[in-house]
């Protein structure tokens, strides 16, 4: 089985762009959580979709924004741009098949590293 | 509310030698924990999780962790270390309630493995 896949791996921007990124989950995971991770701040969660909805969301501006579509594919919008925006975005994905909520692994996929310059 | 710290946020060893890495959990709920490897410009890949079903639990690459109720820990142990360990290492908790679906991450503890 395919792991997460995002892209694009490095994106440079500059402040006041907007941005988007892509992330297709492992085949059958319907659920799609976004992390940013930042020397500074370390690893922070930024929101959670299952099945098209938002279910969880983390403290972050409404710049951030995301969706998920119906094959599951999730993208992540930052409009703009701030120099603190630059970070490594990762997507993770999830089965919720086990039956025990919070007990299912997040996969996670290579990240895609952004640079706002 | 779930938070997870991680003591020490580097840490050496010879190879060869036990490898413990130091977790210790805060959650308002039963807690799911997990350990993550890091590899430089890779996301993040699950070494073991620990579930309720046994609080010694065996991952990957020869890592086992041991979810100590009464201390609040679920730190990570290696008895040998090898150089392929050197990476950063990450412990989380499963949020609950309204945040389910969400990891807390600690800060991590980046590992190095010296010949």
């Known amino acids: 089985k395919a792991g997460v896949t995002q892209t694009p791996r490095y994106l440079i921007k500059t402040r006041g762009q907007q941005v988007t990124l892509s992330c297709s989950p492992i085949s059958g995971h319907r659920s799609v959580s976004w992390y940013q991770q930042t020397p500074g701040q370390g690893l922070q969660f930024l929101f959670e979709?299952?099945?098209?909805?938002?279910?969880n969301k983390g403290n972050f501006p409404g710049r951030f924004s995301g969706r998920q579509f119906s094959n599951s594919r999730s993208e992540m919008n930052v409009s703009t741009l701030e120099l603190g925006d630059s970070a490594l975005y990762l997507c993770?994905?999830?089965?919720?098949?086990?039956?025990?909520?919070?007990?299912?692994?997040?996969?996670f996929g290579p990240g895609t590293r952004l640079t706002v310059l | 509310a779930q938070s997870v710290t991680q003591l020490g946020s580097h840490v050496s060893v010879s190879e060869g030698a036990l490898v413990l890495l130091r977790c210790n959990y805060s959650?308002?709920?039963?807690?799911?924990l997990f350990w993550y490897v890091q590899y430089p410009n890779q996301g993040l890949q699950l070494l073991l999780k620990?579930?309720?079903?046994?609080?010694l639990v065996k991952g990957i690459n020869g890592f086992e962790a041991e979810f100590k109720k009464s201390e609040t820990s679920f730190h990570l142990t290696k008895p040998s270390a090898h150089m392929s360990d050197a990476a950063e290492y990450f412990c989380a908790v499963s949020g609950g309630g309204s945040t389910l679906g969400r990891l807390y991450f600690g800060r991590g503890t980046q590992l190095t493995v010296w010949p």
């Open positions: 979709y299952f099945s098209e909805t938002q279910r």
């Open positions: 620990y579930t309720s079903a046994a609080t």
């Open positions: 959650s308002s709920v039963p807690p799911y």
């Open positions: 993770a994905s999830s089965s919720l098949t086990s039956g025990r909520a919070g007990t299912d692994t997040q996969y």
